[in-house]
């Protein structure tokens, strides 16, 4: 079954509004990835986290891995209607097999 | 750069028949991986494969087989098709390493 768990599930943001979507594991993970999929499209590549307490961010966006290595977060500060989109984080134990969470989808009311 | 191709991208079988999806990259990618999306589950790793001849299952397996022959291609066959397999499947390439994956376009499968 799954192994990575987010949360929520859906969000609703009127736009100009922050946006975060959180990641779980139950187990440590080697490495953590980003993707974003457009309605009625494919997973994108946003970013891959690799070290404890990693920080990184993308114009608008900051991801965050946990010191345990067990938890990530995505914020989107000031949200716009091209974030629209579900936002799926995919975790690493070993090897080159992902576990992807269960994504969250973002609306943003213009 | 064409990237990663599958075909086709709708299809609709009836119980009990078999199929191939098909699944082509031309990054020279290592890794290639199947999964399937359905609504509230993520996306469930079907098979992987590192490499030519090598192959492996994933989170759920039952119901689809895989071969590597070549670098570039990674089919993915439904052996009997049941409802429960109504989906939309991705395939996915990177380097062996952990690196960000490219995905197929999807294929939209419906069972009746």
């Known amino acids: 079954g799954q192994q990575v768990m987010q949360i929520p599930q859906y969000q609703h943001v009127q736009e100009g509004e922050d946006f975060t979507t959180y990641c779980n594991s139950s187990t440590t993970l080697s490495n953590i990835q980003w993707y974003k999929q457009r309605p009625g499209g494919h997973p994108v590549f946003l970013i891959q986290l690799v070290k404890s307490g990693e920080v990184k961010k993308q114009k608008r966006l900051t991801f965050q891995f946990g010191e345990a290595k067990k938890n990530s977060s995505l914020h989107i500060t000031a949200t716009q209607t091209t974030d629209v989109g579900t936002y799926f984080c995919a975790g690493s134990n070993t090897g080159n097999q992902f576990y992807f969470g269960t994504g969250t989808s973002l609306t943003v009311i213009p | 750069n064409a990237g990663v191709t599958q075909t086709p991208k709708f299809q609709v079988l009836k119980t009990g028949q078999s199929m191939t999806l098909q699944c082509a990259q031309d990054?020279?990618?290592?890794?290639m991986s199947w999964y399937r999306q359905d609504p509230g589950m993520g996306l469930r790793l079907i098979h992987y494969s590192v490499g030519a001849g090598i192959t492996d299952q994933g989170e759920v397996p039952n119901g689809y087989n895989v071969s590597r022959s070549t670098t570039e291609d990674f089919p993915l066959r439904l052996l009997s098709a049941a409802p429960s397999q109504t989906s939309v499947y991705f395939c996915?390439?990177?380097?062996?390493?952990?690196?960000?994956?490219?995905f197929g376009q999807g294929t939209r499968l419906t069972v009746v």
């Open positions: 996915a390439s990177s380097y062996v390493g952990r690196t960000e994956a490219f």
């Open positions: 990054m020279n990618h290592e890794y």
